[in-house]
Every structure is written in structure tokens, then in C-alpha cells.
């Protein structure tokens, strides 16, 4: 990601996905796209957006997803110890990242799914 610039951790097929880039479109930001699924984030990368958005890598999982089940991560700690294997998990398996992820241009970040958080963005 380019610096000052505006990027969202996109899945079309999701609605809260969706939901953000239109709401990001009606508020005039300009951004990038980045199919995180088909581009997925690496170990670093997710260690930066973390560091953005005040985060462990526990907060952003889905950890309903059925490849969260298989790994067992309901029983994974959740300590300093263990964020390294988390985020790990996380580049492995890109699916089990929240989505929206939005990366603002002041270098924030923000979980876009609640309308409050969508206000956030402008």
C-alpha cells in the first residue's frame, strides 16, 4: 500500500464488504482495492494492520469459519505468546480475515462492518 492512500481488503462476494466500497464511493474516498483472498496479506503486513487498528490477531479471525475448526484455534491461547502463531494461521489461511479491512489514508485502519464504523470513514 502506497502511503496517504486509501485501501479496503475486499471480498465482493460478501454484503459488509460491499456495504463499505459503496459507502466509501457515496463519501467521495478514493481507494484501491485489494482482493485480499486472491492477494492475501502476509505475516508483516497483518503485523502492521494489527499495530492500525489496535489489535490481536484474535479480534480480526473468523473464527467460525470450518478451517478455524480444523486447526482447533477455539482452544488456541490467546496471549503475547501466542499472536505470532495466529497471524501465521491468519497469511496461511487468508478466508479467517474479518472482513471489510479498510487501511485509511491518515494510517488508521478500521473493521468496516457496523455503520458506525462506516461513519468513521467519512
Known amino acids: 500500500m502506497t502511503a496517504g492512500q486509501t485501501e479496503i481488503w475486499h471480498n465482493p ?3 459488509k464488504s460491499r456495504d463499505a ?5 457515496e463519501a467521495g474516498i478514493e481507494y484501491t ?15 502492521d494492520v494489527l499495530a492500525r487498528l489496535g489489535a490481536q490477531p484474535w479480534d480480526i479471525t473468523r473464527t ?7 486447526l482447533g484455534m477455539a482452544e488456541w491461547g490467546r496471549t503475547p505468546a ?7 494461521a491468519l ?4 478466508k479467517l480475515i474479518q472482513r471489510p479491512i479498510v487501511l485509511t489514508a491518515d494510517g488508521t485502519a478500521v473493521v468496516a462492518r457496523s455503520e458506525e464504523a ?5
Open 13 to 15: 462476494r460478501c454484503t
Open 21 to 25: 466500497t459503496a459507502h466509501l464511493d
Open 33 to 47: 482495492v485489494r482482493r485480499y483472498l486472491d492477494d492475501p496479506p502476509t505475516a508483516d503486513e497483518l503485523r
Open 64 to 70: 467460525g469459519e470450518q478451517i478455524a475448526k480444523d
Open 82 to 88: 501466542d499472536r505470532d502463531r495466529w497471524i501465521e
Open 91 to 94: 497469511a496461511a489461511n487468508p
Open 118 to 122: 462506516l461513519r468513521s470513514l467519512g
